[in-house]
């Protein structure tokens, strides 16, 4: 017995100090999802990813707003939706200690404003994908003068009004090569 004290006392311990102290994490640890509101423009892929559902996207027409909600109590911490994110909007960080007192403690969410269709106001859109898809048309398309303005307007039209307005243009389209 004192020979196995003596080992023990010469090897040291084993484990960790952990709560009592902080723990060092491996290099890829995959934590609590860390959710940037500011570069977040509500395009729903994450939600469309995570395998639990633990992200979900609902869109409140009445108050005009879509809001992106995670439960934390849910989540498996699989990644896919830092994977998704076209615009790194989500992380995922160091953070594991979850314990809460209320599951209510558990959820997160961020609440975006829809942004109403030009030709029928309807809500179609979050504003920050039109205001994206604006950006890139003017810095990156190439395109310029009414071709552009043309195409910044369509993009405040929705998808049924734009079905309607490319069958009108379609109609009238055909109608003058057939006259000719």
């Known amino acids: 017995m004192l020979k ?7 090897t040291g311990n084993a484990t960790t100090k952990y709560p009592a102290a902080p723990i060092d994490l491996p290099y890829g640890y995959r934590g609590k999802p860390e959710h940037n ?3 977040c423009i509500a395009c729903g892929a994450c939600a469309c990813a995570c395998p639990p559902n633990a992200i979900q996207m609902t869109a409140d027409e009445g108050a005009g707003t879509v809001t992106w909600n995670i439960h934390y109590g849910r989540c498996i911490f ?4 830092e994977e998704v994110c076209p615009f790194s ?3 995922l960080g160091n953070e594991f200690e979850l314990a809460v007192m209320a599951a209510t403690d558990l959820d997160e969410s961020s609440t975006y404003t829809l942004e109403p269709c030009a030709v029928c106001g309807k809500l179609f859109a979050p504003r920050k994908q039109i205001a994206y898809a604006e950006e890139l048309l003017k ?7 009414e071709e552009l303005d043309t195409a910044l307007a369509r993009l405040r039209v929705c998808p049924t009004c734009k079905r309607t307005l490319d069958a009108h243009t379609a109609q009238a389209t055909s109608r003058v090569e057939g006259g000719r």
Do not use: F, M
């Open 37 to 39: 509101e500011k570069q």
């Open 139 to 145: 810095n990156d398309s190439g395109i310029t003068g």
């Open 78 to 81: 699989c990644g896919r939706c």
């Open 4 to 10: 196995t004290l003596v080992n023990a006392l010469k």
């Open 89 to 91: 909007a989500i992380k």
